[in-house]
């Protein structure tokens, strides 16, 4: 999924501890910067992935306007399910994105999004997952849910929201990806054979 | 979804009754195509909404490439859950459009192609659908159900299957619709609600 960084500038959009950051120096990024939400992940990036070429700003992702910079490459992990005002970001993202820039993200697959409460699985007599229990696919917009802490919110948007925000800003699609465990995977890791049922993540990588 | 059809070639994959074909001329069509695999519904087609620029012909999706013919817009309603060959056929189609021609289609939503028996939904004690029983999602190809008659074969693909193969045609994508009611056709149809769980079709407008 990720183009060739050598050169690049990179924008990681909840960076947490710099772990992406520091990788993209490595491949050759000319300069990083990491944003994320939480002070304390980023006193762990500024202690354990820091770089002369790596600045990391203690920052929500609706603010990213206020950085006023252009980057070659946006990318973000596992964040998007978070944010309430996807289109307002991604279109900032277009913004300080230069001609052919390449936004890439992952996010919690929108069957996961859509959870609403009550049991997420239906289970046979032995406890293994026989069906995911899908409801309120069609309705977006905030879950409350549990992720360490009580009452973690996220954004519920359909693949058809996700697809038509990013176009409807300027981009357009190269690619979709839902992770599925190979063959190798299962062996060593049988329970994600679930994932068949439903894939845990999306990936998209789009272009200005 | 539709784009302006004045004066454009139009190819109408699995057009049945041909009634999308008629409507097409009466918006200004310069010439309709209509292929579809029931010769008995294109006898209908024949009689009931047939005009000198519309051509129906007897031929499976598969086979396109043999009109050799150019179009603006290729339209298809609720055919391609039955290809088997997904990949070929939108590679067809991206050959016989024009610069900028347009690939219209619904189908099946993939939330309902998956399904691979059993109960389709869990229901409460009053039968009221609670949730859709979804497996299966990631696991790609044949399916059979009964539709009219038994053993139709359906294929499932799952969302990135279906929009990667349409950009690695060469199409970009422009729009993706999961239609859900509107609060008016809810009044009207209050069974329509379970939409929300599972939408039934998928839409998608891409360019070449």
Same mark, same amino acid.
């Given at each position: 999924?990720?183009?060739?960084? *050598?050169?690049?500038?990179?924008?990681?959009?909840?960076?947490?501890?710099?772990?992406?950051?520091?990788? %993209?120096?490595?491949?050759?990024?000319?300069?990083?910067?990491?944003?994320?939400?939480?002070?304390? !992940?980023?006193?762990?990036?500024?202690?354990?992935?820091? #770089?002369?070429?790596?600045?990391?700003?203690?920052?929500?992702?609706?603010?990213?306007?206020?950085?006023?910079?252009? %980057?070659?490459?946006?990318?973000?992990?596992? @964040?998007?399910?978070?944010?309430? #005002? /996807?289109?307002?970001?991604?279109?900032?993202?277009?913004?300080?994105?230069?001609?052919?820039?390449?936004?890439? %993200?992952?996010?919690?697959?929108?069957?996961?999004?859509?959870?609403?409460?009550?049991?997420?699985?239906?289970?046979?007599?032995?406890?293994?997952?026989?069906?995911? =229990?899908? @409801?309120?696919?069609?309705?977006?917009?905030?879950?409350?849910?549990?992720?360490?802490? =009580?009452?973690? *919110?996220?954004?519920?948007?359909?693949?058809?929201?996700?697809?038509?925000?990013?176009?409807?800003?300027? /981009?357009?699609?190269?690619? !979709?990806?839902?992770?599925?465990?190979? #063959?190798?995977?299962?062996?060593?890791?049988?329970?994600?054979?679930?994932?068949?049922? *439903?894939? #845990?993540?999306?990936?998209?990588?789009?272009?200005?």
């Amino acid at each position: 999924m990720l183009p060739d960084i *050598k050169n690049k500038r990179v924008l990681d959009l909840g960076c947490g501890f710099g772990e992406h950051c520091k990788r %993209f120096i490595d491949c050759g990024a000319k300069k990083v910067v990491g944003i994320d939400i939480s002070e304390k !992940m980023l006193e762990v990036a500024r202690n354990e992935n820091s #770089d002369p070429n790596i600045i990391y700003i203690n920052m929500p992702m609706e603010k990213i306007a206020e950085l006023n910079e252009q %980057f070659d490459i946006v990318v973000s992990s596992l @964040a998007f399910h978070y944010v309430e #005002d /996807f289109e307002g970001v991604v279109r900032d993202i277009h913004n300080m994105l230069d001609t052919e820039g390449i936004f890439i %993200f992952s996010q919690e697959n929108p069957l996961c999004t859509c959870h609403s409460g009550g049991n997420r699985w239906t289970r046979d007599e032995l406890g293994n997952k026989i069906h995911l =229990n899908l @409801a309120d696919y069609g309705i977006e917009g905030e879950r409350e849910s549990v992720w360490f802490v =009580n009452n973690v *919110k996220k954004y519920h948007r359909t693949f058809s929201t996700i697809i038509n925000t990013l176009i409807n800003a300027g /981009f357009s699609i190269e690619r !979709m990806i839902e992770p599925l465990p190979t #063959d190798e995977i299962l062996e060593q890791y049988p329970d994600y054979k679930d994932l068949f049922h *439903k894939p #845990d993540f999306l990936l998209l990588r789009v272009k200005k």
